[in-house]
């Protein structure tokens, strides 16, 4: 089993920038890779970024490309959004994920299937 905890969330302008962090505890050999997902009001979840447990792979949606940075602290079994320019549609609660299947981050680490544990989310709110 994976634990999964969320830090980071809270309220900023629009422009604005806040880091996210998730801390994986428990059994973090067996991961394979770690998204961010993340979901608005009235919207289903989406996925937002996947970075691979080792190695350098990183992959992200077209709304977050260029402005979001996924990275990972293998020594704090911890992963970081850093999400910069904020804009008002980024408001949502935003889950971390991690997966254990050694299968492709560009396309199969993109859907919600992939992943076996999740986080308790943590909300994002961008005021305009």
């Known amino acids: 089993q994976v634990q999964l905890v969320e830090s980071g969330g809270g309220l900023v302008q629009s422009g604005g920038s806040l880091r996210l962090s998730c801390a994986a505890s428990?059994?973090?050999?067996?991961?394979?890779?770690m998204g961010w997902f993340r979901q608005a009001p009235g919207k289903e979840r989406e996925f937002v970024a996947a970075?691979?447990?080792?190695?350098?792979?990183?992959v992200y949606a077209d709304s977050v490309k260029d402005r979001f940075t996924i990275t990972r602290d293998n020594a704090k079994n911890t992963i970081y959004l850093q999400m910069n320019s904020l804009k008002p549609e980024d408001t949502a609660v935003y889950y971390c994920?991690?997966?254990?299947?050694?299968?492709?981050?560009?396309?199969?680490?993109?859907?919600?299937?992939?992943?076996?544990?999740w986080g308790q989310g943590t909300q994002v709110t961008v005021s305009s």
């Open positions: 970075i691979r447990w080792s190695g350098r792979s990183t």
């Open positions: 994920a991690a997966g254990s299947k050694p299968y492709s981050l560009g396309s199969y680490y993109k859907t919600q299937s992939a992943y076996n544990y």
């Open positions: 428990g059994l973090t050999s067996s991961i394979s890779a």
